[in-house]
């Protein structure tokens, strides 16, 4: 096998299986979706969405790869060589009737080649579009995109011998296709010889000698053609020269045309073997002179075909073998059809030409799939994340607002209980069970409080043991409207509270939070609003978070064991009475804002805000009964949490964020609250997968095959 190109198999990329991996959206997806919903993704259908002329980009790229993966496997043979030694002839015998008769063959200047003529398989023109990219890649090759050559007899002849042409039509590839290559699997860059004189205006030696080696580029075998008599003369050992330096490692191959009988195989192999040997050629061919009768032991043809060859009207074509140094080895002796030039195809290894198209067309193709496309999916995902992550902080700050009680500093001293119906009762009984014989003085409890059902309304009209304590409820009413205790979580503050936390930034995927009075800002408006209101209601109703029950009695038994004597009976109204009338005062804050409300405070600052300071610092001041109350407002945090990210459009938490309480970190809990899907505009999240970056790596290595 002559010289190779192929640098190893598996720099070949193969398209199908690489495509089956990009649109893959199951085991082997490139997209891991996690919000709105989960699922998988494949490669190609995320690039769709986010880059449509990407995607198409990356098939395109493809598909040209793939059509170019089998032209590839053909060569391409430049067919260099002296003046008038039959280079057009050699090439016309591997044409069809048709194809030979445009070639311009002769001796005479009129008929030499003044142009290079690249004659291609006509199965090549099926696919436009790669026939397209071709052209532009043999163009770039030579410098100037090529001409077709006509397929009128005389016009293809004139552009042959560049008849109405000049020193620059020489630059100007002509591109030919004939059937009969189709067959052979060849390609045959007819060129023009190196020696012809400037005088003809048809371009220099030297503009010509450029070109070739411009040309070659495109070949994967050089063939010099020479006549028998030129061994001696010194332009083919130039051409030789030029043929190694200009495809170093390319296979040469000399063709020695019209030798006449006398000279047999043996002495044409010894004439020429010292100039191929110097210069690495591989085989040595011969032709013999058809014009010649005596020529016929060395023309190894049929008989009918060297008879049509006698013909004086034919148009003869040499006949050119391998030609060896043992005289037994040459005809007249038969030879293997593997010696003839017509079996050279077989011989040689995939085409230069489309070796480069294919590695070009690769490369393309790597770009598309890793530069384009990849990076694009990457850094989407990467930046889902990391605006889910602003978003999250945004509602994780406003729910903080409401959840989080703030030292003037700003820095959280503890978390607010959202003041549920549930927890209240919780509360209440717990402090009424535990509560000490002087503290239900005046009280008249019974057991029934146990088992209090029905609306807040009635819960608090059972509680509430006095006139007095109802003054009290309302006392504790009107400073947590004034903003002096706890939280009060409305739609309207609610939404304050996220514009402040840069809602309108975080939170893009909603229309602005507007100010103004503007029809659509209102609308917009009213969208926001309808959404924080949805947030808060069904947080009310979705949270269940109630108090360790056994952990409560403790704390508040606990508390009461440590409520001074003197302050047992000052609060004017019995502690207990005073404790009830604190709860149910908190109970009756929704029923005077209508049912959007969300009351927030902490088990002290309900004491603080009737007043009953002592009970506060106690409370506030043991590890255990503040303990009671953290831990279930930060269930509620992380639930309200949940609930605004539902509610807007966002991805929960997938890691659990810490906040600083009082200067320590807690860690945020899972929250209980079932998902529910978005109520409008949602924030999609996704993540490219490992598994498939390794795999896509392995089936197209990102920086080339040396970057494996
Ligand atoms: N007698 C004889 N003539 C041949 C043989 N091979 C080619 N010729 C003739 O040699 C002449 C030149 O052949 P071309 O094929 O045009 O040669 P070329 O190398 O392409 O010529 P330029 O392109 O002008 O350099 C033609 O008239 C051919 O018929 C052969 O084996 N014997
Ligand atoms: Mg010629």
Redesign the pocket.
Known sequence: MFGSFRDSDDDVIDWSGLHSLLEDDDRRAAIERSYPTEGRDSYLSALRRLDARAYDDVLAAGRKLQTAEKLSQWPTVAVA??????????V?TFLSESGRART????S?S???HRFVLWLPSAWRDDAELWGLLMSRIGDAVGNPPEMLSDDLDVAHGQYNNRDGNGLALNVPLVATDPALDATGIGLL?C??IVSDADLLLGSPLQRRELLGRAATLCSAFLV?TSAESSRDGTLGDLLRIAADLMPGVPRLLAV??VRPKQTPDLVYETFSPLARSHGIESIYA??????PSSRPFIPATDAVVASAFDPDAD?S?VFFSIRENADENPPASIGDDRLLSALPQRLDRGALFEKFRLALQNSLRTAVWEDGFKKIDLDADGQVAITAKAQDCLLQSALEFFAHREVGGEVTELRLHQSERIIRQLSESFAVTAPWYARWGVRLNAKVRRVFGGAGDFVRQLTPSAMAERAAGEIKDKFRRGEYGGLMTPERLLQAIDRYGGETSLKHWPPISKTSDTTDTANRQQWLEAAEAAILRFERDDFTSLDPRRLDEAVAQMWTEVPTHQKLAAGLTPLAATFAALAGVLMIPLDFGTTVIASASIPELFAALGLGAYATIWAGGQSTRSVGQQAARQQLADFHAVLCDTFGVSRFKKLPAIRVRGASEKLVVSKIVAREAFGPTLPLCKVRDEFRQELKKLLPRGGSSSK
């Open positions: 060589g002296m003046l008038n030694s039959g280079k057009t002839s050699l016309a311009l063959r002769g001796s200047n008929e030499g080649t007819d023009p010889d053609v045309n019209k032709a013999y002179d058809f014009e010649i003869p040499p």
